[in-house]
């Protein structure tokens, strides 16, 4: 196993590493889910890369690199912004592996309005990790006076999150 079972896995977590990095087996199906703004290209697969203090995501594009929509700092009290900019906050608990606490609010919201953000993480056995999150004070309506803000919100942590998770390691919610 060792002389010949080496070479044979290193070969395939090097294939399995390089999938990932184009945005995983079912890449194609989620792209083929997301819904464009106006006036902007639909993102093609994005690679995460960070330095010491905040995570980027970014495109690419005909081999140039641009900053894309998700900016997360790893400091407490740090910002975040994701989605372009559509949602907006800071860290505010950051325990590695166990916990994140974040303070959220949407563009769309009523000024001074903050939910809270909380994500736990378990690991009951090795290899198996159980995710818990909660989101509190999330407004009622939004600054429109639109009533769906905690079904929409509730539905983009499924669809955009946790679905996109399953779809990347094949098992989840």
């Given amino acids: ?17 390089e999938a990932m990095a184009k945005g995983g087996p079912c890449r ?16 093609s697969g994005l690679p995460v890369v960070s ?7 970014v495109k690419e594009k005909k081999g140039n690199t ?23 906050g800071m860290n505010v608990e950051l325990e590695e592996g166990k916990l994140i606490v974040q ?25 198996v990790t159980i995710v818990n999150l909660t989101h509190t004070d999330i407004p009622e309506e939004d600054r429109y006076g639109n009533a769906t803000v ?6 983009g942590w499924r669809d955009l999150i946790f679905h996109r998770i399953r779809a990347v390691f094949g098992f989840g919610i």
């Fill in 150 to 155: 905690v079904e929409n919100t509730e539905r």
């Fill in 103 to 127: 303070k959220w609010r949407f563009g769309s919201w009523p000024d001074g309005l903050d939910s809270t953000v909380r994500i736990t993480f378990e690991e009951p056995e090795p290899g």
């Fill in 28 to 43: 194609d199906e989620l792209e083929s889910k997301k819904v464009a703004p106006k006036g902007k290209e639909k993102p």
């Fill in 66 to 88: 641009k900053e894309g929509n998700a900016k997360i700092s790893r400091d407490v009290t740090g910002e975040i912004s994701v989605f372009d900019g559509s949602v907006t």
């Fill in 1 to 17: 196993m060792v002389t010949k079972g080496k070479m044979v896995v290193h070969e395939k977590v090097r294939v399995y590493v």
């Fill in 51 to 57: 330095d010491a203090k905040e995570s980027k995501v």
